[in-house]
Nanobody, 120 residues
Framework: QVQLVESGGGLVQPGGSLRLSCAAS????????MGWYRQAPGKQRELVAT???????TYADSVKGRFTISRDNAKNTVYLQMNSLKPEDTAVYYC??????????????WGQGTQVTVSS
């Protein structure tokens, strides 16, 4: 069994910052690509940012220059630092990881989601 547990969401005013964390635990042998997605009410889930095991990153155009994805491979954890938040960033944020388990199976896993609300 593999679990991804997110934390760090909440309510913040426009222009504020939040830092999300997502830790993988359980039968984890190796973690490949990790990423953050978000889903706003009435909209499809969209990719926010990704990071490879070597540290290469990609970002959605809407968050470039404001969000930073990073990871700690020793802790099996991925982070999303969100600065200059806007109301349109309001969504449930999900982490995703491509994981090789200690049984030799490889697949994608999702966290349960954490709510981010940007409002005055």
């Amino acid at each position: 069994q593999v679990q991804l547990v997110e934390s760090g969401g909440g309510l913040v005013q426009p222009g504020g910052s939040l830092r999300l964390s997502c830790a993988a635990s359980g039968s984890v042998s190796l973690i490949y690509l990790m990423g953050w997605y978000r889903q706003a009410p009435g909209k499809q889930r969209e990719l926010v940012a990704t990071i490879t095991s070597g540290g290469s990153t990609t970002y959605a155009d809407s968050v470039k220059g404001r969000f930073t994805i990073s990871r700690d491979n020793a802790k099996n954890t991925v982070y999303l630092q969100m600065n200059s938040l806007k109301p349109e960033d309001t969504a449930v944020y999900y982490c995703n990881a491509n994981i090789l388990t200690d049984r030799g199976a490889r697949g994608g896993y999702w966290g349960q989601g954490t709510q981010v609300t940007v409002s005055s």
